[in-house]
Nanobody
């Protein structure tokens, strides 16, 4: 069983930056592929970024965040990060991290955090 806790959300002006953190307990994070998802107000949850496990740790991004967001992981700290730059009002959402024992491309995530709110003002 993995417990995930997100932090780092908040209110930021358009063009600003935030770094979200997702810290795991219960199991070592290196055993899992990790993903970040978001749910904008009134919309369905969507995939934002993901990173496979292992030394290669290939990363994936949805088109709308490519070049602005970066996912990374520090297995020593059991933490995954989402660096978000050049934020836009349309990035406003609750952001969730998730873990899977499969691959990111399976889109089948077993464990979820409680979410952290990101609000970008125009």
């Amino acid at each position: 069983q993995v417990q995930l806790v997100e932090s780092g959300g908040g209110l930021v002006q358009a063009g600003g930056s935030l770094r979200l953190s997702c810290t795991a307990s219960g199991r070592t994070l290196s055993a899992y592929a990790m993903g970040w998802f978001r749910q904008p107000p009134g919309k369905e949850r969507e995939f934002v970024a993901g990173m496979e496990r292992g030394d290669i740790a290939h990363a994936y991004y949805t088109d709308s965040v490519k070049g602005r967001f970066a996912i990374s992981r520090d297995n020593g700290k059991n933490t995954v990060y989402l660096q978000m730059n050049s934020l836009k009002p349309e990035d406003t959402a609750v952001y969730y991290c998730a873990a899977t024992s499969l691959m990111v491309t399976s889109r089948s995530f077993d464990y979820w955090g409680q979410g952290t709110q990101v609000t970008v003002s125009s």
